[in-house]
């Protein structure tokens, strides 16, 4: 069975089209990537640049992102994340760059 979410839009209509879990990833200044997951990764980058996000990201500002993966359920996107940040920096790199289209294996 399939799960859809409802959200609402800036101009008050459902829409149930979009999920409202997301995984993803930001790059740190120094390079390096960050993992989380959140209902709103945009308003989530913010957050960490702010440095009210992760500890991690707070002495890394600015943080870009660089990925994001909807997920169906907060349990399925923090499983995602789990899984992410166990992989390697060239596995998460491979992922970003298929998510771009840049990667020559996509």
Same mark, same amino acid.
């Given at each position: 069975m399939t799960r859809t979410s409802t959200k609402i839009t800036l101009s008050g209509?459902?829409?149930?089209?979009?999920?409202s879990?997301?995984?993803?990833?930001v790059q740190c200044v120094d390079?390096?990537?960050?993992?989380?997951?959140?209902?709103?990764?945009? @308003?989530?980058? $913010?957050c960490h640049n702010?440095?009210? +996000?992760?500890r991690y990201t707070s002495t890394r500002r600015p943080v870009t992102l660089v990925y994001v993966e909807p997920q169906?359920?907060?349990s399925t996107a923090m499983k995602?994340?789990?899984t992410i940040k166990h992989m390697t920096r060239? @596995?998460?790199? $491979?992922?970003?760059e298929q998510s771009q +289209?840049?990667?020559e294996d996509a």
């Open positions: 209509e459902h829409r149930t089209d979009q999920p879990f997301y995984c993803y990833i390079g390096s990537y960050y993992t989380g997951w959140s209902t709103d990764p945009r @308003r989530r980058e $913010k702010s440095g009210k +996000g992760a169906p359920d907060r995602r994340e789990a060239q @596995r998460k790199q $491979k992922l970003i +289209g840049t990667s």
